[in-house]
């Protein structure tokens, strides 16, 4: 009796997390923050409990992946981005330090310095993979995306025509 209680907590509460952490990610992709990455993060914390969650992870986490490693490939969006991930850590800084700001809480600017951070990590190891990839003579996961959108377009195309 005592392990049914537990396994229904733990599925509740990993459900309830998951969709919170689903709904921040969320609206990240549309303010300031690593939407895509959050958003994997809850669909694998629903994925512990749920079947059709594994998928979508699967999905977002390719996602968000192909978008670091896009970024990594162009020299202006890998400096906009680190350019971007300080300049919020640096607004993070500035909501927790000056009281006078709007909604201006250690909560609020943590947040943005923790999205400045995830910003950051997920450039510096696309950046460390694109080179490793280079210096092993490999095409670099940006490469292999784009062949791959190709020979997606070309069945898409030759689907069409026949």
């Known amino acids: 009796m005592l392990t049914q209680s537990a396994r229904l907590l733990r599925r509740i ?3 309830v997390l998951g969709i ?3 709904g921040v990610g969320i609206a990240m992709l549309v303010l300031p923050g690593p939407g895509f990455l959050v958003v994997a993060l809850g669909f694998f914390i629903l994925s512990l409990e749920y079947e059709w969650a594994r998928s ?4 977002t986490r ?3 992946a ?3 490693d896009q970024a990594a490939a162009n020299r202006f969006s890998s400096v906009f981005t680190i350019l971007f991930g300080l300049g919020m850590i640096g607004v993070g800084i500035a909501w927790i330090v000056v009281d006078t700001l709007p909604a201006s809480s250690p909560w609020s600017g943590g947040s943005l310095i923790f999205s400045g951070l995830v910003v950051l990590a997920t450039m510096i190891v696309s950046l460390w993979q694109a080179k490793q990839a280079r210096d092993a003579g490999l095409p670099t996961p940006a490469e292999i995306l784009e062949e791959r959108e190709q020979e997606e377009q070309e069945h898409a195309g030759e689907a069409a025509a026949g």
């Open 13 to 15: 509460a990993l459900t």
């Open 56 to 59: 979508r992870f699967e999905r």
């Open 62 to 64: 390719r996602k968000a």
């Open 66 to 68: 192909d978008l670091a």
């Open 20 to 22: 919170v952490v689903l």
